[in-house]
Nanobody, 121 residues
C-alpha cells in the first residue's frame, strides 16, 4: 500500500513556474514507477510525465516536453514535477500516481488527492 500526498499547486501567470511535490508513505516507494497526470474541467485525465523506479527513465507528454521536468528522491520518498513556461492550457488538477512508470493510466494503482494548478493569461 502506498499513500500519496501532492503539494505545490497554485495560481501563476502565463510564462511562470511552479514546482509540485508528491510525498509517499510506505517502505516500498522505490519499487514503483511514478507518474503525474492532470485533469481539466470537462476533460478526461491525461498523462503528463513519468519516471521509472530508479529514476533512470523519464517520459513526457508532447504537450509538456521541454517545459516540465519530473524527478524523484527515493531517500525522501518524494517525486517532483518542475513546470516552467506555464500556459493557460496547463490549468488542471494534477495527480501523482504510483505504478508502472509508463504512460498508460490503467497501469497506476495508487493515486493522490490532486492539487490545483491555475495559469492565468
Amino acid at each position: 500500500q502506498v499513500q500519496l500526498v501532492e503539494s505545490g499547486g497554485g495560481l501563476v501567470q502565463a510564462g511562470g513556474s511552479l514546482s509540485l511535490s508528491c510525498a509517499a508513505s510506505g517502505r516500498t516507494f522505490n519499487n514503483y514507477g511514478m507518474g503525474w497526470f492532470r485533469q481539466a474541467p470537462g476533460k478526461e485525465r491525461e498523462f503528463v510525465a513519468a519516471i521509472s523506479a530508479r529514476g533512470g527513465d523519464t517520459r513526457y507528454a508532447n504537450s509538456v516536453k521541454g517545459r516540465f521536468t519530473i524527478s524523484r528522491d527515493n531517500a525522501k520518498n518524494t517525486v517532483y514535477l518542475q513546470m516552467n513556461n506555464l500556459k493557460p492550457e496547463d490549468t488542471a488538477v494534477y495527480y501523482c500516481a504510483a505504478g508502472s512508470g509508463r504512460t498508460a493510466i490503467h497501469e497506476y494503482h495508487y493515486w493522490g488527492q490532486g492539487t490545483q494548478v491555475t495559469v492565468s493569461s
